[in-house]
């Protein structure tokens, strides 16, 4: 039976990667930190199936007996401060998470399991203000926040390990990847979820940023399987994981309002305050290698993917809104 050791194991990812190891048969280890009361709603369904370790990225030495622990064939490094938004009021806090912890686990598997394949989650966030479209694996970055230029610190010191130390160490540089488990501080889930507070008559508008932004995005449930794919390889590299399709936030507003019946522009406010200090106008992923070298491929395009996230969020919100109703009756 192999054995993978997960880190961000309640998040989006972690959650969908768990339940992909799962199926494959593998004993999963989580990753969950001491002092904390973790978040179990993503892996509610198979939390009894996790065997959680307590440690804390930012402290060696509780890496290095999750590791000792688990003893682990994969190692799937996914934890981070991964809201960009929020790195520019806490630049400190997201280097300490998202750049020096991935040293931190690095080093851990070097002293306690060096043969261990060890994947790291890097982003199209690396890429910044573009310097060619699409984005490839040998495309220069630029990245144009404190959470890009930790992402890219994590995605360097990845190399610099698997060069130095001969580790078998890839980086998935994904692109924006969602889903009804993403958190509700990103646009797709403010979006989506705004859509159905305010078809249900909880809201009456939706305020955002910039509406001509283009990102490339896709279901988190497919990304998982390229992470996974990366370590069956014979020899370690570093992936693009994208759709390669773009899209604007204006459109996926008027995918998402138009699913329930709505126009958008009846609902949106603009609000400065919801344009980043320095905006990424556009991402668009080549996963060409990916697919050749890989096998991987997509199942879950972009208006699926938006109206499976309307649909749970309308799922939720009913769900929330008869529980209040029952509580004050």
Known sequence: MKRALITGVTGQDGSYLAELLLSKGYKVYGLRRRTSTPNYENVEHIKDQIQWISGDLGDLASLIE???????????????????????????????????????????????????????????????????????????????????????????ITVNYRESFNMFACSGILFNHESPRRGLEFVTRKVTDGVARIKLGLQSELRMGNLDSLRDWGFAGDYVKAMWLMLQQNEPDDYVISTGEMHSVAELLETAFSYVGLNYKEYIVLDPEFVRPAEVDLLLGDCTKAKEQLGWKLEVDFKQLVHMMVDEDMKRVKSETRYYELMRS
């Open 66 to 156: 999750a590791v000792r622990i688990s003893d682990p064939d994969e190692v799937y490094n996914l934890a981070a401060q991964s809201f960009v938004a929020a790195s520019w009021p806490q630049p400190i806090a997201t280097g300490q998470m998202t750049a020096l912890a991935v040293t931190n686990m690095l080093e851990a598997v070097r002293i306690m399991k060096p043969l261990a394949k060890f994947y790291q989650a890097s982003s199209s966030e690396m890429f910044g203000k573009v310097v060619e479209t699409p984005q490839k694996e040998s495309t220069p970055f630029y990245p144009r926040s404190p959470y890009g230029v930790a992402k890219l610190y994590g995605h360097w």
